[in-house]
C-alpha cells in the first residue's frame, strides 16, 4: 500500500530493513525536482521507493532503484496491484535478495 509514514519514519524504517540512499527520503525528493512521480510503498516488512517512468505511446513503468528493501514478495505484491490501475506495464526491481518467481514459460537466455 502506499506509505503514510513521515519523513522520519520512513528513512528509519530503510536504514531497519539496511536499504541504500537510493530508498531515502531525501532521493524521492530529488527525483521530485526533476519532476518526476515517486511513489513510496511500505508494510510490515518493507519499504519501497518508486519513480515512475515515461515510454513511447502514453506507457509508464515503475523502477525501484536498489530495491524494495526488506521482503520484496510482500513489496511484489503490492506493486502489482498499484500496477494493475494505471498504464504501467512493468516494474523494474532490484531487490537485496532474490524473489521467488515462476519459471518462464520459454527460455530467452542465450546458451553458454
Known sequence: MLSSLSQEQWDAKVIELGG???????????????KQKIYRFSGNN???LAVETALPFGKKYLYCPRGPVGDAQEAL?????????RQLIFARLEPQR???LPKAAK???PLQ
Do not use: M, P, R, V
Open 107 to 109: 527460455e530467452t537466455q
Open 98 to 100: 532474490a524473489l521467488d
Open 77 to 85: 505484491f503490492d506493486l502489482k496491484q498499484f500496477e494493475s490501475n
Open 20 to 34: 541504500s540512499i537510493l530508498q531515502s527520503w531525501a532521493w524521492g525528493e530529488f527525483q521530485k525536482s526533476f
Open 46 to 48: 518493507f519499504a519501497c
